[in-house]
């Protein structure tokens, strides 16, 4: 991070992604396993209580947020009253070639021209 980048704490809540990190490292941004996101949008309270709980604890820690596996304006909507920093997921777009990519950048500036 001293160099200018950011370090994100992926899948946090599953897997090998746990608070044990937080105390080890500083991160720029927590990201939010996208099986929250779903749980959340299915109405699951435990999964609403968990985002609400790891968005408070970033923001305590000086982090930011990001919500993955979003896929569509009602979770994104969702997401956004719960406080994410940042959402990702299909609803936005699908993976892509660095091809395509580098187009969008060029549509981009060219609308801006």
Known sequence: MAL???VALDDFGTGYSSLGY???????TIKVD?????GAAQG?????AIINAVVAMAQSL??????EGVETVEEAELIRNLGCD???GFYFGRPMT????RGLFRQSSE???
Do not use: H, N, P, Y
């Open 62 to 67: 000086k982090m930011t947020t990001t919500a």
């Open 4 to 6: 200018g980048c950011s």
């Open 111 to 113: 609308r801006r021209a």
């Open 34 to 38: 996208r099986t929250f996101v779903q």
């Open 86 to 88: 940042k959402i990702q």
């Open 22 to 28: 937080l105390r080890k490292l500083r991160f720029s």
């Open 44 to 48: 699951s309270a435990e999964s609403l």
């Open 98 to 101: 660095a091809d395509d990519a």
